[in-house]
């Protein structure tokens, strides 16, 4: 999911935060969709593509769905600790199944 970088052309309120005219911020793209509409911010904005999370960067239901999505049997595991160490171990389980872990370059 993108974030939008924009330039507020009215002072707006979102959430805790205050935008004065002219400023500029980075929004996401959940806030920008509800904010495009309403004529707060300048036609001209950036699109900007996030990094995807690192496991490590990610939240307990995020983990829980990558783990749904790749396959991996979370066990018992509850906590983010326990969750983050079952995905690591099934992932480098799969590397040292199929040999990625002790591949060397081709040569050219």
């Known amino acids: 999911m993108p974030d939008y970088k924009v330039t507020f052309k009215s002072n707006v309120k979102l959430g805790q935060d205050l935008y004065r005219t002219g400023e500029e911020a980075t929004v996401s793209e959940e806030v920008f969709e509800s ?25 307990v239901t995020e983990l829980k ?28 389980n799969d590397d040292s199944s199929n040999g990625e872990g002790n591949q060397t370059p081709p040569e050219e």
């Open 65 to 92: 769905k990558y783990a749904k999505d790749n396959g991996i049997d979370l066990g018992e595991a509850k906590k983010q600790k326990e969750i983050l160490e079952a995905i690591q171990a099934a992932e480098n």
């Open 35 to 59: 904010i495009k509409d309403l004529k707060v911010i300048e036609s001209k904005f950036e699109q900007i593509e996030k990094a995807p999370k690192t496991v490590e960067e990610m939240t």
